[in-house]
Structure formats: structure tokens, C-alpha cells
Nanobody, 121 residues
Framework: QVQLVESGGGLVQPGGSLRLSCAAS????????MGWYRQAPGKQRELVAT???????NYADSVKGRFTISRDNAKNTVFLQMNSLKPEDTAVYYC???????????????WGQGTQVTVSS
């Protein structure tokens, strides 16, 4: 019904930047919120940043001041600009979205397939 497709991951040196994108498509009536999570090897998935329709954003303390989440609502797309990257930012990054498929549906949470970000010299 709904697909979230991430792009923009890769290998970058410490101090470098990357921009992740995640586009939602399919049966979408409305999107309430979109966000980014990450999971490093051997660790639990953790929140990176979220963005609500009201314009509120929330960031993990570890990325505040370095990462910026933004949205293009016309294209159902969320971005994550990552600056001053550190080796500890290495992880698989997943986007998610709280989506209503129809006006009468309750919102459902959808996840993308993930994109690898590796920060290494």
C-alpha cells in the first residue's frame, strides 16, 4: 500500500556531510509525521529526528546542532542533512512515516528499508 524509499547513504570521512532523502508513495491520504531512526551493529534502533505536520521537530541529543530534518510535503519527502559527521554516526538509517491511507483510517506507521551511512577515514 505504502512504500518509503531512502537514498543518499554512503561512505564519508569524519567531519564530512551527507543528505538523506526518503520519499513516500502509494495509498496516502495524509502524513501526520515523518522521522529518521538509526541502528548501529549490536545496538538497538534509536531515534535521530522527527518532524510533525505542525512544524515541530525533535532531535536526539547526540545529533543536535549537526543534523537537520526537513520536509517537502508536496512530494511526501523527508530529508536529513547530516553535518560534522563522526564515526559514531555509523549506522543503518531508517525513515518512518505516520500515514493515513484514507480519511476514515487511523494513522499507521510505515518504515523504509534503510540506508547505510559509514563514517570512516
Amino acid at each position: 500500500q505504502v512504500q518509503l524509499v531512502e537514498s543518499g547513504g554512503g561512505l564519508v570521512q569524519p567531519g564530512g556531510s551527507l543528505r538523506l532523502s526518503c520519499a513516500a508513495s502509494g495509498s496516502i491520504f495524509s502524513i501526520n509525521a515523518m522521522g529518521w531512526y538509526r541502528q548501529a551493529p549490536g545496538k538497538q534502533r534509536e531515534l535521530v529526528a522527527t518532524s510533525t505536520n505542525g512544524g515541530s521537530t525533535n532531535y536526539a541529543d547526540s545529533v543536535k546542532g549537526r543534523f537537520t530534518i526537513s520536509r517537502d510535503n508536496a512530494k511526501n519527502t523527508v530529508f536529513l542533512q547530516m553535518n560534522s559527521l563522526k564515526p559514531e554516526d555509523t549506522a543503518v538509517y531508517y525513515c518512518n512515516a505516520l500515514i493515513r491511507n484514507n480519511w476514515y483510517d487511523a494513522p499507521r506507521l510505515y518504515w523504509g528499508q534503510g540506508t547505510q551511512v559509514t563514517v570512516s577515514s
